[in-house]
Structure formats: structure tokens, C-alpha cells
T-cell receptor, first 116, second 114 residues
């Protein structure tokens, strides 16, 4: 199993540019999560999808952030326009969520974003 | 917003020593998970505890869920350099059905020196 795949692994961009982060979840998983990690704030949930439908986007910082999941095998997180304070490591995770409420999240390797 | 406070934030000890890290909240969680994260990688699940008072062992690691399901601890016996990493606790709020994103603590940065 390839695990959760994220691309790119590193992204350096200038303030004001559009950034698109990509995620391929583990095949067969029905839920996908986007997180952001910084030293100051730790790991924060941005948005999650269940069966390709966004369930909770209350963690999305502002309108500059948007996420899509057009099918079960692909998701994007877009920042437009990017700002230096968006610099962080962005993680995608996927899970197979059953009715018990117990599930393991499998994390990708992350995308390290630097906005100058 | 449910918060998880982890302590200590940083811990550096010698190989062979024992240690305990803590995860505390004022909220009740239906279950709690512990993850370990190594540099340049995503977190990896170590264990899930569900029942108040539950104790789980994973080799030299012992995890305990508080009776009230508001706190948890991780005890490592005879720490080894391979235990070095960021240890994160994460709470699950929903008790059944659907998915909730996990609420993570900020983690304990653990360094085991040879």
C-alpha cells in the first residue's frame, strides 16, 4: 500500500501567489482531513471530507483558503493569495470511518510551504 | 473549542531513564489517541484508549486513560534513542457514527541522548 501521497513535498512561493497542495488518500478510505502544523499553534484541523463531501470547514482560517475533493482519490487545498503567515507544514490524512466512531488517521508526509 | 494541554513541552533525558508525559483537558473525550511524529514525516498512531481507567502497553510504552476520560499519560521505561520524536495526544469527541477531525495537543518534544 502506497499510503497517503502528498505533493509537492516542498513549496516556496512569493506573497500574493496562488498555491495548490494535492493529496491522494489511501484507496478504500472514506474520510479525508487537511491539517496545518506550526510550532506556535501545533497541529490544527482545517477541513475534513466524508465520502467526498465537506463536513466541517470551521478550521479554515479565512476565505483565501479553499479545499475540494472531486472524487474519492484526490483532494486539493488552495491558498489564494498566499501570505507569509501561511508558512507551515500542511498534512493530509485519510481514514476508513465506521459506525463505531473509532478510527485511525493515516497521515501523508506533509507539504512544507514557505511564503516569502 | 476543546483543548488538550500536553506537558512537558520539551524533555531531554539520558538513555535508560524512565519518563512520563501528560495530556490534560477540561473536556470529556469518547476516546483518546497517542501519535508519534518524526522529523519530516506525518504523525503515526501508537494507541487508542477508550474506556476510563484503561491501561494499554506497547513494549516499553504504557498508556493510561483517566477515569473521567479527560486526561491521559504515556510512560516510557528504559528510554532508547529510537524513542526520540514528537509525541502527540489527540481527542475524539464523537462517540458513534460519522467522523470528527481529531483535536490535537501541541505535543511533547522528546530527545533521548545516548
Amino acid at each position: 500500500d502506497a499510503g497517503v501521497i502528498q505533493s509537492p513535498r516542498h513549496e516556496v512561493t512569493e506573497m500574493g501567489q496562488e498555491v495548490t497542495l494535492r493529496c491522494k488518500p489511501i484507496s478504500g478510505h472514506n474520510s479525508l482531513f487537511w491539517y496545518r502544523q506550526t510550532m506556535m499553534r501545533g497541529l490544527e484541523l482545517l477541513i475534513y471530507f466524508n465520502n467526498n463531501v465537506p463536513i466541517d470547514d470551521s478550521g479554515m482560517p479565512e476565505d483565501r483558503f479553499s479545499a475540494k475533493m472531486p472524487n474519492a482519490s484526490f483532494s486539493t487545498l488552495k491558498i489564494q493569495p498566499s501570505e507569509p503567515r501561511d508558512s507551515a507544514v500542511y498534512f493530509c490524512a485519510s481514514s476508513l470511518v465506521m459506525g463505531t466512531g473509532l478510527y485511525e488517521q493515516y497521515f501523508g508526509p506533509g507539504t512544507r510551504l514557505t511564503v516569502t | 473549542t476543546q483543548l488538550l494541554e500536553q506537558s512537558p513541552q520539551f524533555l531531554s533525558i539520558q538513555e535508560g531513564e524512565n519518563l512520563t508525559v501528560y495530556c490534560n483537558s477540561s473536556s470529556v473525550f469518547s476516546s483518546l489517541q497517542w501519535y508519534r511524529q518524526e522529523p519530516g514525516e506525518g504523525p503515526v498512531l501508537l494507541v487508542t484508549v477508550v474506556t476510563g481507567g484503561e491501561v494499554k502497553k506497547l513494549k516499553r510504552l504504557t498508556f493510561q486513560f483517566g477515569d473521567a476520560r479527560k486526561d491521559s499519560s504515556l510512560h516510557i521505561t528504559a528510554a532508547q534513542p529510537g524513542d526520540t520524536g514528537l509525541y502527540l495526544c489527540a481527542g475524539v469527541s464523537r462517540s458513534g457514527g460519522g467522523a470528527d477531525g481529531l483535536t490535537f495537543g501541541k505535543g511533547t518534544h522528546l530527545i533521548i541522548q545516548p
